[in-house]
């Protein structure tokens, strides 16, 4: 295809992604997966920041990529441009130190790297304008979430480098090589791999609570361990009406909650519904078409029509999410594990001390917990992807160069590099064991020298094996976070369809709108808007408007895949 028609094709995947963006902001409910994961490779949280691209931004982007896309004398490193996510309010890779760290990337992967860092929020748009001109798309793109439809739609356009051709070669890239198959799937369009994925750990999600007023109160209410969501729900009970906090005040609600509606998803899996999909009598079909997904939804509903949870949860921003645990308005909170990790943190760092309410000597903790009856909503094994430019790594040296780079940022000196800094500047190495160092508050300000360079690692083959390359010393949350991870990991829920969807033109074209859609109707089923035979009947209005399309196509596949 000319470019000239490329670029047509890319305006318009750009429109339709700022209308899916705005359709995704009118009910609340977007995802609020996290880009961190397990321990030894967690990123900070996301800021929010302008999330416009100006035209004097762009152009400037245009320069530097034309700039380093330029033949380079053979014999010489190739030039490889990298947009990678900022989640660190730009405050990434400063500092003192920022430049040697730089460079010791670029010595050890043999390869020359120019960052461009887009913040987080602003990520989707800068990405689809990245998609209108193709001549000057950054070599590597990071990418966040799931394959979209504009993506797909660019892939079909031939956007993105077709990596079956090198990534399996394991002589060459013993780390990218031994990426998961399941997971490459879902990011395969019309049988070309269009991405490699930022691997996350699959067991993520789950329960967190306040272990101490759990022990204060479960004599009171007869509380036991939360492994049915009978067992969830007395304990929210009592957190919420009881005394948990011991100031003879009502201020309590047991359940944190916000607008992004992830946790009911979670939730959702303890009754036996899939994620997203499931398997009923050999066809794959959306969650709500299954005989569980209402009951669940109707446990749900019955939190909030208990109190249970925040009466404005739907509007409440997702920044601010978990502070009403670290400030004791709330005990449970139902999302990835790592985030009941850092709510406990809180409660033990010096500067925002939580006492217990058992021993107010020691302060308050937080049980990691979870699948709940068996069940729990597994993650999509990866958190976003990288792709390559088709159009500016014009050459098998510049895909070769960019792999290389992707490829060993795996190894155990860059893994080192990336997320802890330099030794005896960052972190110190006592009895063979890395000890990170970044703790003070002069530790905190050196952490920038390297900070967000862990935002360019794919971590493969796994999450778990690559976390296990740095020997480092496990503090006492890594080490509840990690057995957590591993005790959910059995009992955590796939999504059987994801490889489909990204091969069903019908899902590529209007899933997004649908299923934001199915999510509306919930929660204003959950909120009391609307009844259930009105829940009901807009679920079939999904289905007429598209949605029994995509099942067709989906199991088609399905069907041609067994």
Not at 57 to 77: A, H
Not at 108 to 124: F, P, Q
Not at 157 to 168: C, H, K, P, S, T
């Amino acid at each position: 295809m000319k470019k000239k028609s490329l670029n047509k094709v890319f305006a318009l995947a750009l429109a339709s992604a700022m209308t899916l963006s705005l359709a995704a902001c009118g009910n609340g409910s977007g995802s609020n997966e996290g880009s961190g994961s397990s321990a030894g490779n967690e990123s900070s949280q996301s800021t929010a920041e302008d999330s416009s691209a100006s035209s004097e931004e762009s152009q400037q982007d245009s320069e530097s990529s034309e700039s380093s896309q330029e033949e380079q004398p053979s014999g010489e490193r190739q030039t490889i441009t990298f947009s990678v996510i900022d989640v660190n309010a730009g405050s990434n890779n400063v500092g003192e130190y920022a430049e040697q760290i730089l460079n010791q990337i670029k010595d050890y992967a043999n390869v020359n790297v120019e960052l461009t860092w887009v913040a987080n929020d602003a990520l989707a748009d800068k990405n689809a304008l990245y998609l209108t001109n193709p001549g000057t798309m950054p070599h590597i793109i990071t990418w966040g979430g799931t394959v979209t439809a504009n993506v797909v739609e660019a892939a079909k356009q031939g956007a993105f480098v077709d990596l079956n051709e090198y990534v399996w070669d394991s002589a060459k890239y013993p780390n990218l090589s031994g990426m998961s198959k399941e997971v490459a799937a879902n990011l395969t369009v019309d049988g070309k791999l269009i991405a490699i994925p930022r691997t996350r750990v699959v067991g993520r999600n789950g329960l967190s609570y306040r272990t101490d007023w759990f022990e204060k109160l479960k004599d009171e209410y007869n509380l036991t361990e939360p492994n049915t969501p009978e067992a969830v729900k007395e304990m929210l009970k009592a957190f919420t009406y009881g005394d948990p906090d011991g100031n003879g005040v009502d201020d309590t609600i047991g359940m944190e909650m916000t607008k992004h509606t992830g946790p009911f998803d979670i939730i959702q899996t303890w009754f036996g519904c899939g994620n997203g999909w499931a398997e009923v009598d050999g066809q794959l079909v959306p969650v709500w078409m299954q005989p569980e997904y209402m009951e669940a939804v109707d446990y749900i509903k019955s939190l909030y029509d208990e109190g249970l949870m925040p009466a404005d949860w739907h509007t409440r921003p997702t920044d601010g999410w978990s502070d009403g645990c670290k400030k004791g308005e709330n005990g449970v909170f139902i999302d990835v594990l790592d985030s009941g990790k850092r709510i406990w943190k809180y409660f033990e760092d010096e500067a925002t001390f939580t006492p217990s309410v058992v021993n107010p000597e020691e302060a308050a903790h937080m049980t990691l917990h979870g699948a709940v009856n068996g069940h729990t909503l597994a993650t999509a094994g990866y958190a976003g992807y990288f792709t390559l430019s088709a159009t500016t790594l014009d050459t098998p040296e510049k895909i070769e160069a960019a792999l290389t780079l992707l490829d060993k940022l795996n190894d155990p000196e860059m893994l080192v590099l990336t997320q802890y800094g330099l030794e005896g500047v960052n972190y110190d190495i006592v009895d063979g064991l890395l000890v990170d160092t970044d703790n003070t508050e002069e530790g905190k300000a050196l952490a920038q020298n390297y900070l967000g360079l862990n935002q360019m690692i794919p971590f493969l083959p796994t999450t778990e094996e690559t976390t296990a390359r740095v020997e480092r010393q496990i503090d006492k949350y890594d080490q509840a976070q990690n057995e957590a991870y591993e005790a959910a990991l059995p009992y955590a829920v796939m999504n059987p369809a994801m490889p489909y969807l990204v091969n069903s033109p019908t899902y590529a074209s209007e899933g997004a709108s649908l299923d934001e859609a199915a999510t509306a109707a919930r929660t204003q089923y959950i909120c009391g808007a609307i009844d259930k035979a009105a829940f009901e009947a807009e679920l079939q209005r999904i289905r007429d408007n598209g949605y029994d399309t995509v099942i067709a196509e989906v199991n088609e596949q399905y069907k041609a895949n067994q």
